[in-house]
């Protein structure tokens, strides 16, 4: 509630306007001088000061500047009578924020209240927003120089020291896995376990006894009891690498966990309560999925709650320099080399190529010419990118696939074919879906997508 202090010496008067404001949900207190209006102001935080201008003793001008020595930030409202307008108006100049003419209405009095809260809310939220904007989040590990990266660290910043589960988003090599330990080392479990499992790595038939581990006897060869992923990570934090690939069996007992907190072994009856906090990744879209029906949708809002994506490293190249130096300093002193430098045309290679692995083909390019160099400094020569071989052309007489221009992504590309074939359909989306060869739910999602949400029609 924003707090209020009011200096009126006349009783009623300061009464009137306690109740008043009071039933507005204001957080009032009251003072009938202006030395015990000061003493309030220095043991509480208030956001609106109401003086009279007569005042016994210190009059309401010399309580302004006194408050100003105090507060320099809360606004302060004159209440004065008609006589002494000309010195409400040297008070405003030395200060104040507004006056108000007695006799007033109690209802002018609230107007002007709600507009001075309304000013001081909007200055707080733009000095916020100046601080925010002039900060430089640094985490260790982390290149992030870059106004994209920037706005990720920024996020990881807040929702860190929360309890809240964070879903990754990116391509492959993006950086993923660096942002879900910058989370826990970030938070209260810091001190807990990390604890990281790739969902995609591990055969599907034994994915469920890796995150829920199994008791003995639960099948073939348990010899003995095993706790699981999430065991091992209580108190601290699990980080589900490719949590798209997860199958539908184990997506319940993984939503289980979340709302929960408990689970059973695989071939055990008791059950477990665990105290972990969740951060999972995915390089694939998952709307789709749900879509296609392979991923739970109460999964996925339990999953979503803070999402995180992380751009790839062809939006954020002004990071390249920094990333390539903290590379070299891994790389550069093994195998009897002392490589500590890159010659500005093979940064130039770097910083015009596409990478589409991102940064960690980044990492492995840069290690790669760390050991074929033959000096201390990296040079074209030494840059070997893996550049993708030409497609095959098809034989004489027969019609090329069709491929995206160079210059074109691919969702640009696909876009483009989703807009023919409504051309070609005369605008009927249900023909448009069927020249696409998808459900008509398909197109319907491809084209919220596009930005052209469907009308309903046909």
Known sequence: MPGILIVEDEAKMQRLLQLSLSDEGYSVQTASDAESGLRLLRQSKFDLVITDLKLPGMDGLEFLQAVKRTDGQVPVVLMTAFGTVETAVQAMKAGASDYVLKPFGLEEMKLVVKKELNVRRLQDENRDLRE????????????????????????????????????????????????????????????GPFVKINCAAIPENLLESEIFGYEKGAFTGAITSKPGKFELADRGSIFLDEIGDVPPSIQVKLLRVLQEREFERLGGTKTLKVDVRLVAATNRDLRVALEQGTFREDLYYRLNVVPINIPPL???????????????????????????????????????????????????IVERAVALSSEDVIDVADIRLDLSPSLPRPPAGESEAPFPPAGVTLEQFEDEIIRESLRRAGGNKSQAARLLGLSRNALRYRLSKMGMPDDGES
């Open 132 to 191: 925010a904007l002039g900060k430089r989040y640094e985490f260790k590990n982390i290149v992030a120089r870059s106004a994209k990266m920037q706005e990720v660290l920024a996020v990881v910043e807040r929702v860190a020291p929360t309890n809240s589960t964070v879903l990754l988003g990116g391509e492959s090599g993006a950086g993923k896995d660096m942002i879900a330990r910058a989370i826990h080392q970030h938070s209260r479990r810091a001190s």
């Open 314 to 364: 062809r939006e954020h190249k002004e990071d390249i320099p920094d990333l390539v130096e903290v590379f070299l300093d891994r790389f550069g002193h093994g195998a009897g080399k002392n490589v500590s430098s890159i010659t500005p045309a093979a940064m130039k290679v770097l910083m015009e190529f596409h990478w589409p692995g991102n940064v960690r083909e980044l990492e492995n």
